[in-house]
């Protein structure tokens, strides 16, 4: 096909306009490797195993918290003792150094005052568990528990089919064993919910323990527990959760504080500010404002006074949320005791039994909404549907009637204010990040500054970002941070928002500069650039391109989309506007703001 004089004069004048920009860009220095290397997402106070459980990162994707997927299923095996006795050894013992002496001081109190830790009855609830993770889960109990603590065991079979668990193996199994063993048949599939009130009015104990049934206690991991509850018995109480294999490989790491995000998913959280106190140790109980909900102690009477759980909840999912606030807001607490230790198979062992239908767990998010987050249901209508029908509320409302409970507001200011609903709701700055130099937003997703959206628009795609109090960089879907780069020209990155600084850590100036936080710069910076990076001066900035090119270069970005302009961390510079950052409410507002500013300088 012929082209027009026009179109050939147009295509040359294009390709002259290249060169002109290429040319200038070769002249220019480039400060692509000043950017921050190493990661110190570990650094200053951010704990390792308090990392391990907030997030993992794929390029330009965020990937909720979770465990990382388990290897495959270990053949089934046949196991008696006394074979069975080596493969239940005892794991590495992953607690602080202070727990030892902990442990000792709780015996010693005990002896001291004539009184008794009070009695549990471990709960186990399954359908179809595999053998070989079944009785490995009960012979670890039994293995590590004080014999005067450990009252029982009760089985609760939600619904198996497997010939071991439903043909007479397993109660010929549990019959020899030395500790009162009951089994539960609930005679179909209840959901865990059900299931675990069974078991609970069947437990004499004086208090109750749940547990999955694939897990490994560590050494002296129940007296830590009942203590706190014998201090109080409205504590609720949950081990560190670690990990483990279907090998029953024990690895330190996995669930300790837990909080929820936008889908009222749990997610791991740091000790928050109003929690910390001057003297505390690692063996002091943290409060959490949520639990993982597997693995927790709590007083028997207590666990029937404030409800027990909420049985018209289906399957699983969105209950450990809801006994958290109903926890909270009724007068009791939920905490860690760092000194107790439990490992977990996260993700199970391959068996299971399904649920008919579909998954519940958004009916049964709902209904804790419903009962307990007051005028903040509103606020989870924007990231999570609420469907057509979620059943009767009346019981549980009349349950929080009956308990005189406090609100959800009193639950934010009180127990979860780093929440990410008083983030949105009562942020520092927020809006669309405008930089100077260029005319452009940042979109945090691409690392790169494009054409500035309207705010809906902006929020839908992640480009509203939020100041939070504990100087993050929030993004619209409230679970996500902004990153500093983590090792040498690196881009920046997202993460789940974890709330210990480190890489998070923004500082929003006077000057409009966005200075990255307190880090120490000599473990992650070569030798010969320490000299341009002073100790806590990286600022947010833009690729350099002067003001001469700068209309040419937004032209080919609106037109064209063939250049691209980087976000990324530099040395701070005070007069260069590529590192000058406004908060742009409304799109209409670009243009005075830029100017104001140019005015003013």
Known sequence: MRRSTKQRLAFIGFVGILGLVGLYMSQTPSQGNTQIPGDYHNMGDVPSDAVKQISRRIPNKIVKPAPPPPPPPSPIVDIEKPAYVEQTKEPKDYRDPICPAFVDKIRAEMKEKEAKLPTTSVIFCFCNEPRVSLLHSIHSVIDRSPRELLHEIVLVDDGSSSPFITDGPLEEYVAKLPIPVHIVR?????????????????ATGDTLTFLDSHIDCSRDWLEPLMYRIWQNESNVVMPIIDGLSRKFEYSPGGVELVGFNTRLVDHGIGLQKIHEFPGRTAADPQASPAMAGGLFSVHRNYFFHVGAFDEQMEHWGGENIEIGFRVWQCGGSIELIPCSRVAHVFGGMGGGCGWPGAPPSTKNKWRAILVWMDEYADVMRQFLPQPASIGDLTDMKNLRKNLNCKSFQWFLDNVYPECWINVIKNPVHQGLLLNQATGLCLNP?????????????????????????????????????????????????????????????????????????????LHVIPTQQISEFALGSACLGVTGQNKVLQGLIIFFLHVFSIIDIQAMVVPCREDDPKQVWHFLGKLSQREQVLAKYQAAG
């Open 445 to 521: 997703r691409s690392h790169q500054v494009e054409q500035c959206r309207e705010e809906s628009e902006a929020k839908q795609h992640g480009h509203w970002i939020y100041v939070s109090t504990r100087d993050e960089l929030v993004l619209s879907d409230a679970d996500t941070c902004l990153e500093a780069p983590t090792w040498q020209e690196a881009d920046l990155a997202l993460y789940g928002c974890h709330g210990k600084k480190g890489n998070q850590e923004w500082i929003y100036q006077d000057n409009k500069m966005m200075k990255h936080g307190h880090f120490t710069l």
């Open 186 to 202: 609930q005679g179909g599939r209840t959901g865990l919910m059900k299931a675990r009130v069974a078991g609970a009015r069947k």
